[in-house]
Nanobody
Framework: QLQASGGGLVQAGGSLRLSCAAS????????MAWFRQAPGKEREFVTS????????NYKDSVKGRFTISRDVAKKTVYLQMNSLQPEDTAVYYC???????????????????WGQGTQVTVSS
């Protein structure tokens, strides 16, 4: 029901745009998020957006470089990533939750729907 795409290999300083296409159900009222997981590390919150109102939140290290947005008509959430750094290398997952609140935005267990992940590799 969530299909992530757009990952790839990019040099440091480059850009990528990830997409998360929703299908099979409506996510009206949901919080949509991107998480990432680097090898040997736990999955971590990157950013989120309210499907209805567009309220956004970002991990501190990506503020000013990453932008989350959504196209309601296309039922797609995007993650524009600029000024990519090697430490951004990870598998990126999109997720959706109807019950997450501000204090649990970064808790992966609060999200009931997950995409399959897309690999982002940033070379130095």
């Amino acid at each position: 029901q969530l299909q992530a795409s757009g990952g790839g290999l990019v040099q440091a300083g480059g850009s990528l745009r990830l997409s998360c296409a929703a299908s099979g159900r409506t996510f009206t009222g949901y919080t949509m998020a991107w998480f990432r997981q680097a090898p040997g590390k736990e999955r971590e919150f990157v950013t989120s957006i309210k499907w209805n109102g567009g309220n956004t939140n970002y991990k501190d290290s990506v503020k000013g470089r990453f932008t989350i947005s959504r196209d309601v008509a296309k039922k797609t959430v995007y993650l524009q990533m600029n000024s990519l750094q090697p430490e951004d290398t990870a598998v990126y997952y999109c997720a959706a939750s109807s019950r997450v609140i501000y204090s649990t935005l970064g808790v992966s267990g609060a999200y009931g729907y997950w995409g399959q992940g897309t690999q982002v590799t940033v070379s130095s």
